[in-house]
């Protein structure tokens, strides 16, 4: 079954006219989560009101807020805590990296990424006054995620090494936060990365892993083909919560007490190396498999739920080594 497609609760933004923050912080304070950090302009009855990121706007009932451009419009709700832990929080990502920094040539805000101009060169109808813009200057509404194959797939630039010395094949696997302007998953502590990284030697065997990491049960206990990956060599990037009552892990019940177990998301510009040795199969030439997949909900749960979420594969790559 396919998820219902979801209206982004952003198409109410354009009444948004401050987000509060806390001076100390520049965050939220974590008592006003979502709306309660906003304030909206309310028109009267019979009345609209609009408020836009352009300074040109014909007076009526459109206006102009430079909010509307600025990555704090979405900081209210894109920061949680619940239960004095923060559970998402890519506003606070995004302001503790270079993206943030006005001053560096890297400096882009959320709406730079999520909301790019799609070329058009007007969004008003001309025969109603609307102006040709320059279409770089034009926010698109596509709210760019998970449903964009090609925004995820860019997201991050993976490489990695194979060599073979002796009787050990050394594969080493570095994921670059390279295009995500926050952690990498953010938000929902549901998302997650695998990494899988498997050898093989010319018969298709796999090679015995010698040393490195294996992914852990709750990527899955079964079949790889049907996306089972726990006790593979690889690697998973997750904020992982354990609800405190029950002591279960990983937990999407954020609305309860939880606490953050481990966290190896890989934050913006930032990258995440892992290595892992395989047994060499003597003087013949072996194949490594290294496949990254962007998970959107553990995969336990997605059975327990009945959700068919199929795995986005965002990176693939084969290498002979001898
Ligand atoms: C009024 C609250 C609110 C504001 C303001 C807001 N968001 Fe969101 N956003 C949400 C919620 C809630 C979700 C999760 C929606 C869901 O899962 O159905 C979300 C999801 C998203 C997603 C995931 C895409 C998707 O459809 O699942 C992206 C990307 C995003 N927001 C970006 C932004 C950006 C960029 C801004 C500022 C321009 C912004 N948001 C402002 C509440 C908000
Ligand atoms: C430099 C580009 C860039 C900037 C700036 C940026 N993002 Fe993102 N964002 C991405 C990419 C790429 C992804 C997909 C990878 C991921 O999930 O981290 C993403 C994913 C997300 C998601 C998760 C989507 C999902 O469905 O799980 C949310 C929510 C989000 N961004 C919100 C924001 C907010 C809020 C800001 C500003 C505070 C922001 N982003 C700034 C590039 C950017």
Same mark, same amino acid.
């Given at each position: 079954m396919k998820p219902a497609a979801r209206k982004h609760p952003?198409?109410? =933004?354009?009444?948004?006219w401050n987000v509060i923050l806390?001076?100390?912080?520049?965050?939220? !304070?974590?008592?006003?989560p979502g709306v309660l950090s906003l304030e909206f302009l309310r028109p009267p009855p019979g009345h609209q009101v609009f408020i836009g990121?352009?300074?040109?706007?014909?007076? %009526?009932e459109d206006t102009y807020s430079p909010l509307q451009s600025e990555s704090q419009l979405c900081a209210a709700c894109h920061f949680g805590v619940f239960s004095d832990t923060v559970i998402y929080n890519s506003f606070g990502e995004w302001k503790n990296?270079?993206?943030?920094?006005?001053? =560096?040539?890297l400096y882009q805000t959320c709406q730079d990424c999520h909301m790019?101009?799609?070329?058009?060169?007007?969004?008003?109808?001309l025969s109603e006054g609307g102006l040709i813009r320059d279409p770089e200057s034009i926010a698109s509404?596509?709210?760019?995620?998970?449903?964009d194959i090609d925004f995820m797939r860019d997201s991050v630039s993976l490489t990695a090494d194979a060599i073979v010395e002796g009787d050990s094949l050394s594969v080493t696997v570095n994921i670059r936060n390279?295009?995500? %302007?926050?952690?990498?998953?953010?938000?929902?502590?549901?998302r997650h990365l695998i990494l899988v990284v498997r050898a093989f030697d010319d018969n298709g065997v796999p090679l015995d892993l010698v040393a490195g990491s294996q992914l852990p049960d709750w990527t899955g206990s079964g079949d790889p083909e049907t996306g089972n990956y726990a006790g593979l060599p690889g690697e998973a990037y997750a904020k992982v919560l354990e609800?405190?009552?029950?002591?279960?892990?990983?937990?999407?019940? !954020?609305?309860n007490q939880t606490r953050i177990l481990s966290d190896n998301r890989i934050p913006a510009l930032e990258t995440a190396q892992s290595s892992y040795t395989f047994q060499a199969p003597g003087n013949k030439t072996s194949l490594v498999k290294i496949q990254l997949y962007y998970r959107r909900a553990f995969i336990e749960l997605q059975n327990l739920k009945g959700w068919k979420l199929s795995d986005l594969l965002i990176s693939d790559k084969s290498m002979m080594v001898k």
């Amino acid at each position: 079954m396919k998820p219902a497609a979801r209206k982004h609760p952003h198409l109410d =933004s354009n009444k948004i006219w401050n987000v509060i923050l806390n001076l100390e912080t520049d965050l939220p !304070y974590p008592n006003n989560p979502g709306v309660l950090s906003l304030e909206f302009l309310r028109p009267p009855p019979g009345h609209q009101v609009f408020i836009g990121p352009y300074d040109d706007v014909a007076p %009526g009932e459109d206006t102009y807020s430079p909010l509307q451009s600025e990555s704090q419009l979405c900081a209210a709700c894109h920061f949680g805590v619940f239960s004095d832990t923060v559970i998402y929080n890519s506003f606070g990502e995004w302001k503790n990296s270079e993206y943030a920094d006005p001053n =560096s040539v890297l400096y882009q805000t959320c709406q730079d990424c999520h909301m790019p101009p799609n070329g058009t060169d007007h969004f008003a109808l001309l025969s109603e006054g609307g102006l040709i813009r320059d279409p770089e200057s034009i926010a698109s509404h596509k709210m760019l995620g998970i449903t964009d194959i090609d925004f995820m797939r860019d997201s991050v630039s993976l490489t990695a090494d194979a060599i073979v010395e002796g009787d050990s094949l050394s594969v080493t696997v570095n994921i670059r936060n390279s295009q995500t %302007g926050h952690h990498i998953p953010t938000d929902s502590p549901l998302r997650h990365l695998i990494l899988v990284v498997r050898a093989f030697d010319d018969n298709g065997v796999p090679l015995d892993l010698v040393a490195g990491s294996q992914l852990p049960d709750w990527t899955g206990s079964g079949d790889p083909e049907t996306g089972n990956y726990a006790g593979l060599p690889g690697e998973a990037y997750a904020k992982v919560l354990e609800e405190v009552w029950s002591q279960q892990s990983p937990s999407g019940s !954020y609305w309860n007490q939880t606490r953050i177990l481990s966290d190896n998301r890989i934050p913006a510009l930032e990258t995440a190396q892992s290595s892992y040795t395989f047994q060499a199969p003597g003087n013949k030439t072996s194949l490594v498999k290294i496949q990254l997949y962007y998970r959107r909900a553990f995969i336990e749960l997605q059975n327990l739920k009945g959700w068919k979420l199929s795995d986005l594969l965002i990176s693939d790559k084969s290498m002979m080594v001898k």
